[in-house]
């Protein structure tokens, strides 16, 4: 089935070069394949893609906290980003540095919010954005095994209301942060499989042309090679 597939492909048999609608069917085809060769070169390349360049993750932040506070930016090494885990497409679109970079973190969190809120100087703690007691919010962060702290705010009748909240389980800024890297082997299999997808399809297209359309107009090899 395969030799009869692939014999006289190009179907030789009917003379294509000397039929002028063939000839503008495959400059049509080149240009077209060119053209979508450019635009995805473009699209790719020039301005934030959101898949371009591509990140692996190379730790996550639970494996460089330690007893010491320190905000997430200290933790970060040479070429490093911070974000959640599986979002790394965010990466391209936003700017250096992240909004965890100001994080506090610290393997004995429950110990150290007192050395925190003096070292911010932001006294209130705050749990689903409600003011708690210091003891109630060391227990909770106790409990829920908590490393990281969150400098937020938010303004009220014209007054900026600064806080700590846990990066707990319910935190709205998401879980499972981790570290990321530009990978150049990612990328260059990322525009590899995008050049493969456009190569299939043409393909696909020069398939349809020669065993479809053609079929249905000539009929099968008039040399009689393609016969079952």
Same mark, same amino acid.
């Given at each position: 089935?395969?030799?009869?597939?692939?014999?006289?492909?190009?179907?030789?048999?009917?003379?294509?070069?000397?039929?002028?609608?063939?000839?503008?069917?495959?400059?049509? !085809? !080149?240009?077209?394949?060119?053209?979508?060769?450019?635009?995805?070169?473009?699209?790719?390349?020039?301005?934030?893609?959101?898949?371009?360049?591509?990140?692996?993750?190379?730790?996550?932040?639970?494996?460089?906290?330690?007893?010491?506070?320190?905000?997430?930016?200290?933790?970060?090494?040479?070429?490093?980003?911070?974000?959640?885990?599986?979002?790394?497409?965010?990466?391209?679109?936003?700017?250096?540095?992240?909004?965890?970079?100001?994080?506090?973190?610290?393997?004995?969190?429950?110990?150290?919010?007192?050395?925190?809120?003096?070292?911010?100087?932001?006294?209130?703690?705050?749990?689903?954005?409600?003011?708690?007691?210091?003891?109630?919010?060391?227990?909770?962060?106790?409990?829920?095994?908590?490393?990281?702290?969150?400098?937020?705010?938010?303004?009220?009748? =014209?007054?900026?209301?600064?806080?700590?909240?846990?990066?707990?389980?319910?935190?709205?800024?998401?879980?499972?942060?981790?570290?990321?890297?530009?990978?150049?082997?990612?990328?260059?299999?990322?525009?590899?499989?995008?050049?493969?997808?456009?190569?299939?399809?043409?393909?696909?297209?020069?398939?349809?042309?020669?065993?479809?359309?053609?079929?249905?107009?000539?009929?099968?090899?008039? =040399?009689?090679?393609?016969?079952?």
């Amino acid at each position: 089935m395969s030799n009869q597939f692939w014999s006289n492909f190009f179907r030789k048999d009917l003379n294509l070069s000397g039929r002028w609608w063939h000839r503008l069917f495959l400059v049509i !085809f !080149f240009v077209c394949f060119a053209w979508v060769l450019y635009g995805m070169s473009s699209y790719l390349f020039v301005g934030d893609h959101p898949n371009i360049p591509q990140w692996k993750i190379v730790s996550s932040i639970e494996e460089r906290i330690t007893p010491e506070v320190k905000q997430i930016r200290d933790l970060k090494k040479v070429g490093e980003r911070v974000e959640q885990k599986d979002r790394s497409y965010v990466l391209n679109l936003s700017p250096e540095d992240s909004l965890y970079d100001g994080f506090y973190c610290s393997t004995d969190l429950a110990n150290k919010i007192s050395d925190i809120q003096s070292k911010v100087g932001i006294t209130n703690l705050f749990l689903s954005r409600v003011d708690t007691p210091i003891e109630t919010f060391v227990n909770y962060v106790r409990e829920n095994n908590v490393k990281c702290l969150i400098p937020d705010a938010y303004s009220s009748w =014209n007054m900026k209301v600064t806080f700590l909240e846990p990066f707990g389980p319910d935190s709205i800024y998401g879980k499972d942060l981790v570290f990321y890297q530009k990978s150049n082997l990612l990328t260059a299999f990322y525009v590899l499989k995008m050049f493969l997808l456009v190569l299939a399809i043409f393909i696909g297209i020069a398939v349809a042309y020669y065993k479809v359309f053609l079929y249905i107009i000539f009929g099968r090899n008039k =040399n009689g090679r393609d016969r079952s």
